[in-house]
């Protein structure tokens, strides 16, 4: 039976009752993944391939006050960490925000944020096998994107088939190629900047005040700016999920939210600095979708095969969220099925893990990428706006849910308050109003405006599903 907040069992009672379940209360999930296997995917999670491509339409609608904005965005994403980490702390679950929004706000409002969540990932694993494929196809001209698609999904099908272990050792290895590739990046723009890199001169703030200044495109450019950098984020709630099949799922979740500030300041924010202080913002390269501003960059400073190098790195980034996206997916569709929420045969456990939601998120993935070539301006692009928006629903759940359950923590199982979210409950309302000032710049926008219609909509399907079913469970209680 699916539990509301006035329904449910003390959280010191319920933590018992499902220990060994993932919080979730279905079959026992493996604990296969290590303290390396988390802290790396906790580093690598925030560098994407929306870092290091999708970065350069921001640059050019916001100029050097791209930095500002990442800055901004980033504090908004260090407050959801922080919050996701109070909760994930205290009842560590492989359906993370979903099943802290069940407890805390209804059954509705996990089935909800859990679903979306899952569309989301499977339509993210969709477009990131695209993108794979796009770059091997430039590199073999001779073959076709399915052929690539294909084997990315087959191999990444196989890595979440079997033990979880595997899953953390490829993206073990994938976040430190990544972690490599920007340290590197970073040195190299800081060499330049103060003129020790051979062949170049100190830029000085030649380029963050000239060329129109720090804010180019006024304030407007900024706006456009925020809104890119804000869905760059997206993805770091998946450690959260990940936490709950490690040996110590406490201490897992604690050290990735205390080292997101750090992370965030320097992958993101340092980064944008580095690239609008080296270079002109108004570079044609760092906009092009073929090179990005990295590329861009090291162009820029005469590195030897820079593109060559940044678009292995970005393949990688590619491949990692596939085998991310199709974990996490399956994670949280696992959790919804074993709360009741979902197909009840889906939620078989063997050898530790959910092959059966493995091999329902992988299929969606399938037919998403097959839309993507029979209708790529129409169903695929469809799916693609319905979940455009979904990172703010979670965001915004995750956020309703804290301020609940944090009030019943303090009076129930205040021992369990390992992680706190800074000056309660004062920035969990900033945070709040970050989302729904997001929201509205959306609305400004036609095409975001799409998405986020798109997106609003499918959550009201979504959540009169689920309050259906919430008012059904109450009824057959009776």
């Given at each position: 039976?699916?539990?509301?907040?006035?329904?449910?069992?003390?959280?010191?009672r319920?933590a018992?009752?499902?220990?060994?379940?993932g919080?979730?209360?279905?079959?026992?999930?493996?604990?296969?993944?290590?303290?390396?296997?988390l802290?790396?995917?906790?580093?690598?999670?925030?560098?994407?391939?929306?870092l290091f491509?999708?970065s350069?339409?921001?640059?050019?609608?916001?100029?050097?006050?791209?930095?500002?904005?990442?800055?901004?965005?980033?504090?908004?994403?260090?407050?959801?960490?922080?919050?996701?980490?109070?909760?994930?702390?205290?009842?560590?679950?492989?359906?993370?925000?979903?099943v802290?929004?069940?407890?805390?706000?209804?059954?509705?409002?996990?089935?909800?944020?859990?679903?979306?969540?899952?569309?989301?990932?499977?339509?993210?694993?969709?477009?990131?096998?695209?993108?794979?494929?796009?770059?091997?196809?430039?590199?073999?001209?001779?073959?076709?994107?399915?052929?690539?698609?294909?084997?990315?999904?087959?191999?990444?099908?196989?890595?979440?088939?079997?033990?979880?272990?595997?899953?953390?050792?490829?993206?073990?290895?994938?976040?430190?190629?990544?972690?490599?590739?920007?340290?590197?990046?970073?040195?190299?723009?800081?060499?330049?900047?103060?003129?020790?890199?051979?062949?170049?001169?100190?830029?000085?703030?030649?380029?963050?005040?000239?060329?129109g200044?720090?804010?180019?495109?006024?304030?407007?450019?900024?706006?456009?700016?925020?809104?890119?950098?804000?869905?760059?984020?997206?993805?770091?709630?998946?450690?959260?999920?990940?936490?709950?099949?490690?040996?110590?799922?406490?201490?897992?979740?604690?050290?990735?939210?205390?080292?997101?500030?750090?992370?965030?300041?320097?992958?993101?924010?340092?980064?944008?600095?580095v690239?609008?202080?080296?270079?002109?913002?108004?570079?044609?390269?760092?906009?092009d979708?073929e090179?990005?501003?990295?590329?861009?960059?090291?162009?820029?400073?005469k590195?030897?095969?820079?593109g060559?190098?940044?678009?292995?790195?970005?393949?990688?980034?590619?491949?990692?969220?596939?085998?991310?996206?199709?974990?996490?997916?399956?994670?949280?569709?696992?959790?919804?099925?074993?709360?009741?929420?979902?197909?009840?045969?889906?939620?078989?456990?063997?050898?530790?893990?959910?092959r059966?939601?493995?091999?329902?998120?992988?299929?969606?993935?399938?037919?998403?990428?097959?839309?993507?070539?029979?209708?790529?301006?129409?169903?695929?692009?469809?799916?693609?706006?319905?979940?455009?928006?979904?990172?703010?629903?979670v965001?915004?759940?995750i956020?309703?849910?804290?301020?609940?359950?944090?009030?019943?923590?303090?009076?129930?199982?205040?021992?369990?308050?390992?992680?706190?979210?800074?000056?309660?409950p004062?920035?969990?309302?900033?945070?709040?109003?970050?989302?729904?000032?997001?929201?509205?710049?959306m609305?400004?926008?036609?095409n975001?405006?799409?998405?986020?219609?798109?997106?609003?909509?499918?959550?009201?399907?979504?959540?009169?599903?689920?309050l259906?079913?919430?008012?059904?469970?109450?009824?057959?209680?009776?």
């Open positions: 039976m699916n539990r509301t907040p006035s329904s449910a069992a003390p959280l010191s319920q018992d009752a499902v220990q060994g379940a919080q979730d209360g279905g079959p026992a999930l493996s604990n296969g993944l290590k303290q390396r296997h802290s790396m995917i906790a580093l690598g999670g925030v560098i994407g391939a929306g491509v999708g350069g339409a921001g640059i050019a609608a916001a100029g050097p006050s791209i930095v500002l904005a990442y800055a901004i965005s980033g504090a908004l994403v260090m407050l959801i960490m922080r919050m996701l980490g109070e909760m994930a702390a205290a009842n560590p679950a492989s359906g993370s925000f979903s802290h929004a069940e407890r805390s706000i209804g059954s509705w409002a996990g089935f909800t944020v859990g679903w979306m969540f899952t569309a989301l990932l499977c339509v993210a694993v969709a477009a990131e096998a695209l993108g794979a494929a796009g770059i091997m196809v430039h590199w073999f001209p001779g073959t076709q994107p399915w052929m690539w698609v294909l084997l990315f999904m087959v191999i990444f099908t196989g890595t979440n088939l079997a033990a979880v272990g595997n899953f953390g050792e490829f993206e073990f290895w994938f976040a430190a190629l990544k972690v490599a590739a920007i340290g590197i990046f970073l040195v190299l723009g800081l060499l330049a900047i103060f003129g020790l890199l051979p062949g170049t001169h100190a830029a000085g703030t030649s380029h963050l005040t000239g060329d200044g720090f804010l180019p495109n006024g304030v407007d450019g900024l706006m456009v700016g925020l809104l890119a950098s804000v869905f760059a984020y997206g993805g770091l709630e998946t450690v959260t999920i990940a936490a709950a099949e490690s040996k110590d799922p406490v201490r897992g979740v604690a050290s990735a939210v205390r080292t997101a500030m750090w992370r965030i300041a320097l992958f993101y924010v340092g980064s944008m600095a690239i609008v202080t080296v270079i002109k913002w108004s570079t044609p390269a760092i906009a979708p090179s990005g501003p990295y590329i861009a960059v090291l162009d820029h400073l590195i030897p095969a820079a060559q190098i940044m678009n292995v790195v970005i393949l990688v980034a590619l491949l990692s969220a596939v085998n991310a996206n199709i974990y996490g997916s399956s994670r949280m569709a696992y959790s919804l099925i074993s709360r009741g929420q979902g197909p009840a045969f889906l939620g078989k456990v063997s050898g530790g893990v959910p059966r939601a493995v091999l329902m998120c992988v299929s969606f993935g399938f037919l998403a990428v097959l839309f993507s070539f029979l209708w790529p301006d129409t169903l695929f692009k469809w799916l693609l706006n319905m979940v455009g928006a979904a990172v703010l629903v965001w915004g759940f956020a309703a849910a804290q301020l609940r359950m944090r009030r019943r923590l303090e009076r129930e199982a205040p021992e369990k308050l390992v992680v706190k979210m800074w000056a309660f004062v920035l969990t309302w900033v945070a709040l109003a970050g989302i729904v000032a997001v929201l509205l710049l609305l400004r926008d036609e975001q405006r799409i998405q986020l219609l798109f997106t609003g909509g499918f959550g009201v399907v979504l959540a009169v599903i689920g259906i079913r919430q008012k059904a469970v109450a009824k057959s209680a009776e």
